[in-house]
């Protein structure tokens, strides 16, 4: 059974920057794809971004320029740098992975409120 545990979410202002983590743990666990997901009220869960293993990366049109992902392999960790967060950016974060066996898991979920 693979876990994943969030932390780094919270109140911000419009402007300010926030980093999030995720740790994923399992026996033998491998992940292939690492990232990023969000579902704001009312809206359906959407991309924010993605890490596969071989470095590639893909970010959501929304937050290009924004938001960085990033990944330690090693920790089998993944985190996503936030920054000029406006309020259209609310939302509860979700960790994403996928093995190679295109099994999926996801993150119990952190609030992102961006708010004056």
């Known amino acids: 059974h693979v876990q994943l545990v969030e932390s780094g979410g919270g109140l911000v202002l419009p402007g300010g920057s926030l980093r999030l983590s995720c740790s994923a743990s399992g026996s033998a666990f491998a992940p292939n794809d690492m990232g990023w997901y969000r579902q704001a009220p009312g809206k359906q869960r959407e991309l924010v971004a993605i890490?596969?293993?071989?470095?590639?990366?893909n970010y959501a049109d929304s937050v290009k320029g924004r938001f960085i992902i990033s990944r330690d392999g090693a920790k089998n960790t993944v985190y996503l740098q936030m920054n000029s967060l406006n309020t259209e950016d609310t939302a509860v974060y979700y960790c994403?992975?996928?093995?190679?066996?295109?099994?999926?898991?996801w993150g119990q979920g952190t609030q992102v409120t961006v708010s004056s």
């Open positions: 890490a596969a293993n071989d470095g590639t990366t």
């Open positions: 994403y992975t996928r093995t190679p066996a295109l099994d999926v898991y």
